[in-house]
């Protein structure tokens, strides 16, 4: 088989290389170039790395150098911080009154508005119920059975009646209102819907049941009576409050006691 290959000699006899041997320096000439070319090709590659490395190692220098100055800016704490306290509730004293000062009218003044203020106190205050009354307000408030009721005088369930009146505690103040169906004027369910602004203020409550507890029971009837109260100390004043006693013997208030 013929080889397509031409002969170098040929090709170099057929150029401007005609005559021409490659000799020995000839071929150092080749490897010194090949030589030169590589060292200028490999040149490139490692100076990359060394820009790269320089770069990276700048900036992990950078962020160190962050790091320690805001380490070095911030306080420095010592020991276990203390949690958030709660404000402490002040315990309630009494303050002293002002002393009275004979050449200053403020003094006076001072002194008028402290009695004023106790007397307006008083007018607020409701009578107290003795320990029977209050056991027996307890206990009727938690299930509404009359039994509870039953050794009272009429002016114990009055006083009764109008602490739940007073409290605003209107569906006890209907239980201690009479089961009679004869007196009966409305249902519970009624007496529930009545507006709030319908009924009276605890602060009405004290005025118009003013010296209540201070009454005499009057009995009219067999099954009936009232207490007589003075609210304003003068004959005008002189109120009657409507009892009813109920089948098993147990004293009720009247529907719309007030007479």
Known sequence: MKSNKIPVRRLMDESVFKDKKFEENHKQQVLNRISKNEQNINWIPKTLNVVFSLILLISIGYLLSDQLIEVGDAPVQQGKPESPQPPRESSTIAATPPTKNSDSPEGDSAEDDDNHADDSTSEDILFELTSEEQLAYKRFAED??????????????????????????????YELMTDRSESIMWDKEYDANILLEDRASPEEVVSLFTNLEEGEFINTEEHAGFIKFNRTNDAEGVMGFQMIQNEDGVWQVAFMPLQ
Not at 151 to 167: D, T
């Open 144 to 173: 509404f059975d009359t039994v509870h009721l039953k050794n009272l005088e009429p002016l114990s369930i009055a006083k009764l009646y109008v602490q739940a009146s007073y409290e605003q505690n209107f569906e006890m103040q």
